[in-house]
């Protein structure tokens, strides 16, 4: 008769029966436990269940020392709760005060870029506000469950801005809503230039190229022209303008009887006078 089970080994078997409702025998075959073998654990219901988290996945490892049971879930509710203002009256809500103390906490500054990463991946709702959700998800689609290693992703983030179109399409989109105060359906044109100004220099994306100053010109073509708002579609086809003009600035996609809003129509013959290709350029050129 085979020695009992060691400390270690019925608490594996207990574990997996309180997660799958099955027997001890049957735990402890899919454990591939041998009494006989006091330190040996398979890795077959960690990687397949993912209760259990392997230091090395590809070898055998002792229960006790390298087989924890695991549960992010509750590491990031509980780093959440660390950070709320108010647990009474907002349970479920980290404010201003906590969201300055959380991202000081992960190395980031309120005056740099990626603070709109790092809200953006956690769906915040506006500046200054995280909730329960938005951060639990968030994070563990980044497989972040601690400051360490939120801090190691974050660092990820500030690399894929400036080189990630599809990553920076998405921290630009979201920035609006961000951006947004409650009530409003629409950025004021200074606000709207300053997270301009954010997003379009370098450590981010620089919307500049040989021949054209993007970001300057545009933002000298708005405060001429006086507007006073920027809606949601307009910083959204902005967005695309810009993406569109770093990968040409000749501008050989742009055609007039396209889809893109009159405020950008009018931008591109601004471009083209300021670089000598305007209408009244090329009636020069057809005197000549």
């Not at 409650?182 to 500049?208: C, H, N, T």
């Not at 970001?215 to 405060?223: A, Q, S, T, V």
């Not at 967005?239 to 931008?267: C, K, N, Q, R, Y």
């Amino acid at each position: 008769m085979p020695p009992p089970y060691t400390s270690s080994q019925r608490s594996a078997i207990a574990q997996f029966v309180g997660f799958t409702q099955s027997k001890e025998s049957v735990a402890a075959k899919k454990l591939e436990l041998d009494s006989t073998k006091p330190h040996s654990v398979s890795a077959t219901f960690a990687v397949q269940t993912g209760f259990l988290k392997p230091v090395n996945p590809e070898a055998q490892f002792s229960v006790e020392m390298h087989w924890p049971i695991v549960s992010s879930i509750s590491c990031w509710k509980r780093l959440f709760d660390k950070y709320r203002d108010d647990p009474a009256q907002e349970p479920d809500t980290i404010g201003v005060n906590g969201s300055m103390r959380y991202l000081g906490d992960v190395g980031v500054k309120l005056d740099e870029v990626v603070v709109l990463a790092v809200l953006s991946e956690l769906s915040a709702p506006t500046m200054g506000e995280l909730t329960r959700t938005g951060f639990v998800e968030g994070w563990k689609t980044h497989h972040a469950d601690t400051l360490h290693k939120q801090q190691s992703v974050i660092s990820n983030f500030r690399r894929s801005l400036p080189a990630t179109p599809d990553f920076f399409k998405r921290v630009y989109k979201s920035t609006f809503r961000l951006a947004l105060t409650p009530g409003q359906k629409s950025l004021a044109l200074d606000a709207a230039i300053e997270y301009w100004r954010l997003l379009l220099q370098p450590p981010s994306v620089s919307w500049s190229s040989d021949r054209t100053p993007w970001l300057e010109w545009w933002i000298e073509y708005l405060e001429e022209r006086g507007r006073k708002g920027v809606s949601k579609d307009m910083w959204d086809q902005t967005g695309v303008f810009i993406l569109e003009s770093l990968e040409d600035e000749s501008m050989s996609w742009w055609t007039e009887d396209g889809a893109w809003p009159g405020v950008l129509d009018d931008f591109v013959a601004y471009v083209r006078d300021k670089r000598g290709e305007g209408k009244g350029a090329e009636v020069a050129m057809d005197i000549a």
